[in-house]
């Protein structure tokens, strides 16, 4: 009987050895899971802008006729004649230079309000013509608003300065801030004790813009000219690097 007790007390212990070895070796595994090199890297997020500016290489210029008469037919009669006189004028005067378009065309009523409240009666008709005129010269935005104005034009209703390689400008934009984005990240990681790994994200964070920066157009008392100032075209753009850094 003796025997016996001490062949089941020596099972015992080693079962309580199994189970001790096999809680030990979960731990391990365990441990082993959340290693460090099992922690994910960290990252370093930065932002760069970038500016281009550029003198414009390019101007529109929305020229309209309007006139006015009893009725419609005689408005639109007047406009026809009026607007196909400034036309040829500037045709004449730019030769290739222009490129014409027409943006707009109307005819509607004009109505007179009866002093006694009543409903309002039709006065005459108005008619409007625009044309844009696109030119690749800029200097010479100054003399059409004259040709306009001087041969019937009574409306000038937007002189737009841009550039007809703008992706040009673009890439150049951002090629600057994806620089400037880097040089970012690289001193965020230098100043806290880290390096740059590598680069794991590029992304620009908005819309390129495209601003006209200034335009003027005024008309001096004694200037033979209209003097036209186009500014500069400024293009912006951003960019967002993301990367991986370590000790």
């Known amino acids: 009987m003796t025997q016996e007790r001490n062949a089941r007390s020596r099972n015992a212990v080693s079962r309580r050895?199994?189970?001790a070895i096999a809680i030990f070796m979960t731990a391990s595994v365990g441990m082993a899971q959340?290693?460090?090199?099992?922690?994910p890297p960290a990252h370093v997020v930065s932002h760069g802008e970038g500016v281009v500016s550029a003198r414009p290489d390019q101007v529109r210029i929305q020229i309209g006729v309007t006139t006015q008469a009893p009725t419609a037919n005689e408005a639109g009669q007047q406009n026809a004649k009026q607007s196909a006189a400034v036309i040829a004028e500037l045709k004449?005067?730019?030769?290739?230079?222009?490129?014409?378009?027409t943006m707009n065309y109307s005819l509607y009523p004009t109505y007179r309000t009866?002093?006694?409240?009543?409903k309002p009666t039709i006065a005459g008709y108005q008619a409007n013509n625009t044309v844009e005129v696109k030119l690749n010269d800029v200097a010479l935005a100054g003399k059409t608003v004259d040709f306009a104005t001087k041969s019937g034009a009574n409306q000038i209703q937007g002189v737009n300065f841009s550039m007809r390689d703008e992706q040009k400008l673009r890439v150049e934009a951002l090629a600057k801030a994806a620089t400037q984005a880097r040089a970012n990240v690289q001193a965020l990681a230098s100043a806290v004790g880290l390096r740059v790994h590598r680069i794991v994200k590029?992304?620009?964070?908005?819309?390129v813009r495209v601003i006209p920066?200034?335009?003027?157009?005024?008309k001096a008392q004694d200037a033979a000219q209209t003097p036209v100032e186009p500014g500069e075209i400024q293009v912006r753009a951003t960019v967002t690097i993301t990367a991986e850094v370590t000790p």
């Open 92 to 101: 004449q005067q730019l030769g290739n230079a222009a490129e014409f378009q």
């Open 114 to 118: 009866q002093r006694d409240g009543s």
């Open 213 to 218: 920066m200034r335009m003027e157009m005024m």
């Open 34 to 39: 959340v290693s460090p090199a099992q922690i």
């Open 17 to 19: 050895m199994i189970k």
């Open 202 to 207: 590029v992304e620009d964070g908005e819309p």
